[in-house]
């Protein structure tokens, strides 16, 4: 996963090789053109059109850019929405986060959501809301409190999901696998409505983690549905539904577990 750090390190070093135009704020309502900026802050309402760099990219309210975004830092209290792809050495997002192209950045810290129709790739993600990739998701560690819905694959060394209603993730792969049913609270409420959204079209176990494929070397799942699990040591907890499990060193089963076939290799 160093090959995302680096790449992220090099995009900011390249911006960092001319000099800034200052900074751009907006206050309020309004506008203005892309460029490269020392800071960008936006507080109240403000878009912005063109390709976006600088420093610090900083939303306070809602923010709208219509290009490519790349910044050392981006922080978001409030909503912003990308159209094109995304670069950061830390991204963190109090509200909603959404682009239409890839992200990329070191660290992904959200409370709230964050959405991106292609790929998601990062050092390190936490998350306590949910967290969408239209396409693959690749860091070294994933932490959720909340839902995710990946595309393609999840893979990182070590993932940790306790979920809050329906997640989904085609297929999964890691070092070190964990998924967990979390207990819902009054205050989550508002939470699982938007998790919800994420699934509309696709025939999955509400309530559940789905997925095709789950594959790590300690895989320790409840409330799972997947085609196939494979891994050395697999524990398969309460309630959820295998339709194989390969296993090297061993394989312990909940009794509300359903399991079509195990196999030793």
Known sequence: MDRNKEGTEAMINKAAGTAPNGDLIISGSGSAGGGHFDEVRISGSGKITGNVSARLFKVSGSGHARGNVSAERIKISGSCAVEGAVESGELSVSGSFKAD?????????ISGSLKTREALKAVRIQVKGDIQAGKDLEAEEVKVTGGLSVGGLLNANRVQVDMYGTSYAKEIGGEEITVRKAAVLSIFTDLLHSIAGLFRGRDLRPNMMNADLIEGTLVNVEYTRARLIRGNRVV?????????VEYTESLTVDPSASVGSSTET
């Open 101 to 109: 192209d890839t992200i990329r950045a070191s660290e992904i810290e």
């Open 236 to 244: 398969i907890g309460p309630h959820c539904e295998v339709e194989r």
